[in-house]
């Protein structure tokens, strides 16, 4: 079964840049896979961030950028801010109609 | 602007039929391409994708999930339903449903606000 990867945790300081990345257990990410991503706070549900690769939805900073890095899709915060301190999802198509959740990121900003 | 809105039983009982409701307002469940799907999260944990159905009947599942697990739809009341048999505590999660729009959108872009499940006797 096909894992998709990502960092358990990331912590960066007010004003840095973190890259967050969702990977394959077995392959590369491309844009067939159409990665997106989903910032969620406690207690609430998923906001989405970024679809298809690269494209912010609606209302989201453009701190937040979408990309494919080498064999993985990456999500940038580029001068990240305290209420970005959140935990990250991306979601990966895989064909035949199933998509498979990576394991999420825990972003700290201190 | 489209909402969806999950309801159904907060408690289940292991081995039974775990049974959930997502009502679509603000839009017709029958627009075009969009899917309509369920994703969980149990407690303390990630996301995890259920399934996912268009209108016309097509229905994907998560492969692990696959035999336990109906989704199904009533165009008449623009609602989505989930049905997950033979439950046990693994079961406990927070159900979400969300709109799926289709490339070149290609995310699940519209969430529901999410029911908390608990399987227990």
């Known amino acids: 079964q096909t894992v998709v990867t990502q960092e358990p945790s990331f912590s960066v300081s007010p004003g840095g840049t973190v890259t967050v990345t969702c990977g394959l257990s077995?392959?590369?990410?491309?844009?067939?896979?159409?990665p997106s991503w989903y910032q969620q706070t406690p207690g609430q549900a998923p906001r989405t961030l970024i679809y298809?690769?690269?494209t912010r939805s609606s209302g989201v900073p453009d701190r937040f950028s979408g990309s494919i890095l080498g064999n993985k899709a990456a999500l940038t915060i580029t001068g990240a801010q305290a209420d970005d301190e959140s935990h990250y999802y991306c979601?990966?198509?895989?064909?035949?109609?199933?998509?498979?959740f990576g394991g999420g990121t825990k972003l700290t900003v201190l | 602007q489209l909402q969806l809105q999950e309801s159904g039983p907060g408690l289940v009982k292991p081995s039974e039929t775990l049974s959930l409701t997502c009502t679509v307002s603000?839009?017709?469940?029958?627009?075009?391409?969009?899917?309509w799907g369920w994703i969980r999260q149990p407690p303390g944990k990630g996301l995890e994708w259920i399934g996912t159905?268009?209108?016309?009947?097509?229905?994907y599942y998560n492969p692990s999930l696959k035999r336990r697990v109906t989704i199904s739809v009533d165009t008449s009341k623009n609602q989505f339903s989930l049905k997950l048999s033979s439950v046990t505590a693994t079961d406990t999660a927070v159900y979400y449903c969300?709109?799926?729009?289709?490339?070149?959108?290609?995310?699940?872009?519209?969430w529901g606000q999410g029911t908390m499940v608990t399987v227990s006797s």
């Open positions: 969300a709109r799926y729009s289709m490339p070149p959108r290609a995310a699940f872009d519209i």
């Open positions: 603000g839009g017709s469940i029958s627009s075009g391409s969009d899917h």
């Open positions: 159905m268009h209108y016309s009947g097509s229905t």
């Open positions: 077995s392959g590369s990410v491309s844009t067939t896979n159409y």
């Open positions: 298809n690769t690269n």
């Open positions: 979601v990966l198509y895989l064909g035949s109609g199933i998509w498979v």
